[in-house]
């Protein structure tokens, strides 16, 4: 049975309300610092700690509750008799409820303080005493998250105490905070790529539906530590994102966000790029775009990195579309998109800001830094030399193929990805895919070296001009003098784009 309790909550919200229910169930309050000034001045009567301690807080409110008197009323095991005759031999009393919630680190260490102003927020005490009550659980109720606090009345109501499966679940909670807490703050101090251990602090946004399919469950959580793309977005219109659909925006996101100086729309069906544009204009982008892969784009993202228009929306609503994202939308294009109720209208807020990719296996997490140089040096190898016009081409190109599965070939001209061949097994099948899909493409981009000139002599079939690739195959020099034999340019960067 709950006699007192111990509230020391940085977020009042709604701790008036349990206060108020405690105190009407006859259990004694205990609190301090501003949790106890905000309870008083609510005349809610309330103990200060310091009087059961008889130690005033000191070092500015750095320690008031770290005390053997507290820690004692918390630790004890009811039905141990040594420790209830030691908490009698010293006059300590039992606490029974720990109600407390954290220094706001998570929001905190992504605003911009000053690295001493971060560490006054790492909380101590409150930590301690969550720590402290869930390890005794089962005789002492520890609630670390508001939203449990209508939970614990209604169940008080019905029971006239909190039920053993409930604590067990709370102190549940506090682990399960305090694991995401200290990564956050161990990533925090460190700041290294790869530590000892792997720290990773995320917190749960939603519940999805399902999964990749119906059977899977599945939910999406969002980065602690730092404000990314996918993790500050908002949805303007439409039914609930699905796990495919937030697979998609990143990527649909991250391609259009490779093109700063550029208007650029991305089409993306199946984690993959079907069309991507850049125009003078954002319709003139989407269009292009579009006409990259008509079949493709059906029940696809689109993602373009400026300012959506009325005319742009207009063309939009003429297809199913799954998800349509971009910074901003005119308010008329906004109210024609919202006319098609199920499409998802985002407002990307940030760009992609992570310094590290992950991916899981049975046993074990796959951890490495975002694929974020494009070249090393672009090397012009062959007789022919490109054009201003065709290099720029090819460095758009292989801004695209980072993007798209291994092996992977684009295909371009005009600024414009008209053929894309990815995730095939190997390079040539990927080639012809590309070059089958894009007639009248006259820049080739691959993610890899060719190990074999069969790529280039298929690509001489369709006319194509230039080549951009990374290079270092054994056997560059047959890649490089069948593009002499065909009057092809070939430019290596020096760097590769496998993404498996």
């Not at 301690?53 to 918390?74: A, F, Y």
């Not at 291994?406 to 990805?417: G, R």
Request: aromatic share 8%; net charge negative.
């Amino acid at each position: 049975m709950i006699k007192r309790a111990l509230i020391s909550v940085y977020d009042k919200t709604g701790v008036l309300e349990l206060a108020k229910f405690l105190r009407d169930n006859n259990i004694e309050i205990v609190s301090s610092g501003g949790t106890y000034k905000y309870l008083k001045e609510n005349l809610i009567e309330v103990t200060e700690i310091s009087e059961i301690t008889n130690s005033d807080e000191m070092l500015d409110g750095r320690v008031k509750t770290l005390h053997p008197i507290i820690h004692g009323g918390i630790l004890a095991i009811r039905d141990n008799e040594d420790h209830i005759k030691t908490l009698k031999n010293r006059n300590i009393g039992l606490i029974d409820m720990v109600i407390v919630n954290l220094y706001p680190f998570f929001q905190k260490v992504k605003e911009n303080l000053s690295f001493d102003e971060k560490v006054e927020f790492i909380d101590i005490g409150g930590p301690t005493m969550l720590r402290a009550a869930a390890k005794n659980f089962k005789d002492v109720v520890v609630i670390s998250n508001i939203n449990d606090y209508s939970n614990i009345i209604n169940e008080m109501k019905e029971f006239g105490d909190v039920q053993f499966n409930t604590r067990k679940k709370l102190a549940g909670k506090v682990f399960n905070l305090m694991s995401a807490y200290d990564s956050a703050i161990s990533n925090f101090l460190l700041d290294e790529e790869y530590p000892e251990y792997l720290s990773i602090s995320y917190k749960k946004l939603q519940d999805l539906r399902y999964g990749e399919n119906p059977h899977q469950k599945a939910a999406y959580y969002g980065a602690t530590e730092f404000e990314g793309a996918m993790n500050t977005f908002q949805v303007l219109n439409g039914k609930e994102l699905s796990y495919n659909n937030i697979k998609d925006l990143d990527i649909a996101w991250k391609v259009v966000c490779e093109f700063e100086d550029e208007i650029a729309c991305c089409a993306l069906k199946h984690n993959t790029p079907c069309g991507v544009a850049i125009g003078e204009t954002v319709f003139e982008s989407y269009k292009k775009a579009y006409e990259c892969d008509p079949v493709s784009i059906f029940g696809g993202i689109v993602a373009i990195n400026k300012k959506v228009d009325r005319e742009t929306a207009e063309e939009m609503i003429k297809i199913f579309l799954e998800v349509v994202a971009a910074p901003e939308f005119d308010d008329d294009a906004l109210e024609l998109l919202k006319s098609k109720k199920n499409l998802r209208v985002i407002k990307c807020n940030n760009k992609p800001s992570s310094k590290n990719f992950t991916v899981s296996v049975d046993g074990g997490i796959l951890v490495q830094e975002e694929d974020k140089k494009l070249i090393d040096e672009l090397k012009i190898v062959t007789e022919r030399q490109p054009t201003k016009e065709e290099l720029e081409n090819m460095i758009f190109a292989m801004k695209v193929v980072k993007y798209v599965k291994s092996n992977a070939i684009v295909v371009a001209n005009d600024k414009k990805a008209i053929g894309i061949g990815g995730g095939q097994v190997n390079r040539i099948w990927a080639t012809c895919e590309a070059l089958e899909r894009g007639k009248g493409a006259t820049i080739l981009a691959s993610d890899a070296f060719f190990p074999f000139n069969d790529c280039v002599e298929e690509a001489a079939k369709y006319n194509i001009n230039a080549i951009i690739q990374p290079g270092g195959s054994i056997r560059d020099n047959e890649s490089i003098e069948a593009c002499n034999k065909h009057g092809i340019s070939m430019v290596l960067t020096g760097i590769r784009h496998f993404k498996h």
